[in-house]
């Protein structure tokens, strides 16, 4: 399922962006969904995922109790609001989907089958 991430930018530490991530096929549903990102110099790491029908969340400890992963199948989007946000966010984003791990999503970037292409976050310090 194609993906298209949007939403990254330059925002102050301690500020808030939501990213987005839009799928272009009506199967959106049946996939589990996560978010990971890569900084400089790093490699690219889990950051949240969400089950099928959005009851079951799970983050990485860097970003629990910041970010929150949600969706809305009817507009085929899963969003990554992130919130008190420190310089050591910086990264790109990807988003992924995991046809597999549909009510219990994975937390392995290597389980998911289709990528987006990534967006930058950049928090200024």
């Known amino acids: 399922v194609p993906l298209q991430a949007c939403g990254g930018g330059l925002v102050q530490a301690g500020g808030s962006l939501r990213l987005s991530c839009v799928a272009s096929?009506?199967?959106?549903?049946?996939?589990?969904l996560g978010w990971f990102r890569q900084a400089p110099g790093k490699e690219r790491e889990f950051v949240a995922a969400?089950?099928?029908?959005?009851?079951?969340?799970y983050y990485a400890d860097s970003v629990k109790g910041r970010f929150t992963i949600s969706r809305d199948n009817a507009k085929n989007t899963v969003y990554l609001q992130m919130n008190s946000l420190k310089p050591e966010d910086t990264a790109v984003y990807y988003c992924?989907?995991?046809?597999?791990?549909?009510?219990?999503?994975?937390?392995?970037?290597?389980?998911?089958?289709?990528w987006g292409q990534g967006t930058q976050v950049t928090v200024s310090s």
């Open positions: 969400i089950n099928w029908n959005g009851g079951s969340t």
């Open positions: 096929r009506r199967s959106f549903s049946v996939y589990a």
């Open positions: 992924a989907a995991d046809g597999s791990h549909i009510a219990v999503p994975t937390t392995t970037q290597q389980e998911y089958d289709y």
